[in-house]
Structures are given as C-alpha cells and as structure tokens.
C-alpha cells in the first residue's frame, strides 16, 4: 500500500514506526469522490485539507493525557482515484478499498468528499460485521430515494444503506423533505434525535445510545456541527451540534459499543480559513483517541 511520510501524512508523524501501513492500526484513507454536489461544490478539496490542517494540530491530547499516535500508530494513504468511476463504480472502488484495510485488520478512517463514499465503506464493513449499525451525526437525513433521477446522489446514501437493512441512528437532523419524515416514521429501523429535540432534551444522549447495537459504524457530515464553529460545508444548516456536546456523546459511543471505523466528510474549504478542516482533523485524531482506549 503507498502510504505518505511526514511530509505528508495525518498530523505529520515523523517516527516510521508509526505511520508506516505495516505498523500502523489506523489508516487514513482518502475518498475525494465528488459528482452529484447539489449546493456548494469544492467537497473533492475536503480530504487533503482535512490532512493538512491536521499537522498543526498538537499530538498531545490534553483531554485523554496521551499522544494517541503513539497508540497504534496512524498511517495515511494516497488518495483513491475516481478516474471513469462514477455511481456504482465509485461505490465498488471504495468498498473495495475499505475491504483491503479491513482484511488486514486495519481500523478504517475515511476522509470523503460528498457523502456518497459511506455506501462503500458501510457495504464493506457489512461483510465482516453483518449486523453492524450505522450512527449518522449530520444536518440532512439524506434518505431521498433518489435526487435529480439519482439513486447514488449524497441526498440518498442513507437510503441506500437502510436498503441494506442496517439500523441507523441519526443525530442533529434539520432539513429533510416530507417523504424522507414519512420513511422515518415508518420505518422501525430508523431513530432519528433532530436537532430542535436535542436542544430541548437533556436526556438526549441516553436515549440515542440505547438504540445502537454492539457493532457501529460512524459518518459525520460536517454540516451536523453548527456553522459556527464548521461553516465551510456544502449545504450548512442553523442549530448545528457544537464541539463538546458531540466530543461527549461520541465518547460514550466509543467506550460502551464497538466502533469498527468511521469517515467525516463534506468539508467544502474556503480560501482564507481553515476553522473547517482544522476543526474536523482535531475530530479525527480525537476520535482515534477514544479508540485507543478500548
């Protein structure tokens, strides 16, 4: 597997020891798969921004008393390439990929572009986890059957994935159309915490953690956090999740379930500030840290 060195891997790591693909647990890999952008383009940015930013974020973690790095080691592929690959050949090509990292008994970290690239990864993951449960953080439900005729559009990869019939939870949603409310309410493989109830809920948390199962997968879509603290995303919404609420849940998760991987994606950077993908890395290696934990 090409794997970067300091120069430019995930937090630039200079120890080979800990960022070569054979002595790492963690892998970066990078899925900068943009084609069916509704609002802002600019996601196929996301990935490489996301790493960038990373290597001015400390490797000491001052909330978990370690350089998490350290734990495991954390190695960073070279991006995928979408060359002829669209809509299913994109999805197989990530699946493919995520299978590679997981047969080698790798901990899959994804960085994508529009949210399309979790249907691959979550098809992988089902292989070896069946009854894995998806936990979506983000501002849209993206359970459209389809958007503008397709069935692979970033608004419909969370149906795809109830396709599977894999239970989802879903957390901070805040612009849905009527049908995808319908699908919810029908549907009793889908829990859906929006973000006016966990505002005014303080028993929120509990509530969602009760509804995975031992096994889960995570996707974060950047625009679940508030415009706030993450505006640079492709459709932001008001009302957005803020950093320690999330940090605190997503804690949780990580200490009472086992998390098999998990991908952040629709960064869309602005030229100027990088609030976005700074943000966003310090939740990468924050995350890795919890599961070093384990």
Known sequence: MKYFNSKKNFLAIEEEAFFSYESSKYVIQSAPYEYTSSYISGSNKGPEAIVKASQFVELYDEELDQESYKKGGICTLAPMNFKGRTDEKAVKHIEKNTLKLLADNKFPVTLGAEHTITFGTVRAVKQFYPNVHVLQIDAHSDLRQAYHGNPY???????????????????????????????????????????????????????????????????????????????????????????????????????????????????????GTILTEFTMAKLVYRLIGFQTLK
């Open 153 to 271: 559009s970033h608004a419909s990869v969370m149906a795809r994935v109830h396709d599977l019939e894999i239970p989802l939870t879903q957390i901070g949603i805040r612009a849905q159309c009527i049908e995808e409310s319908e699908l919810i309410k029908s549907s009793s493989n889908i829990h859906t915490f929006y973000a006016h109830q966990v505002r005014n809920n303080p028993k929120w948390a509990g509530e969602a953690l009760k509804t995975l199962g031992e096994n889960v997968y995570i996707s974060i879509d950047a625009d679940g956090f508030d415009p706030s603290i993450v505006p640079a995303v492709g459709t932001a919404e008001p009302n957005g999740l803020l950093w320690q609420e999330s940090v605190d849940f997503l804690r949780k998760v990580f200490a009472t379930r086992n998390v098999v991987g998990f991908d952040v994606v629709e960064i869309a950077p602005v030229k």
